[in-house]
């Protein structure tokens, strides 16, 4: 398992947040999905072979936010 931090724009409201997560969750090797209101960052773990960052990245970006850095732990 790899984790995943994304850094996004400010975000506005809790429904961003819960929008975020049911996105991100529901990619295929994703284990674990944690948005950070306050922080306005995604937290993810996830399956090296089946997803990667890029993949995850552009799924926050179809919602509609700025992924501002992506950290690979």
Not at 2 to 11: F, G, N, R, S, Y
Request: net charge neutral; glycine share 4%.
């Amino acid at each position: 398992m790899a984790k995943l931090v994304m850094q996004l724009d400010e975000l506005s409201c809790p429904s961003c947040m819960q929008k975020i997560q049911a996105g991100v969750s529901q990619q295929a090797g994703v284990e674990s999905v944690k948005v950070l209101f306050n922080a306005s960052k995604v937290k993810t773990e996830y399956d090296e072979i089946t997803t990667n960052p890029e993949q995850l990245t552009q799924v926050v970006t179809d919602l509609g936010y700025n992924v501002k850095s992506v950290k690979v732990k």
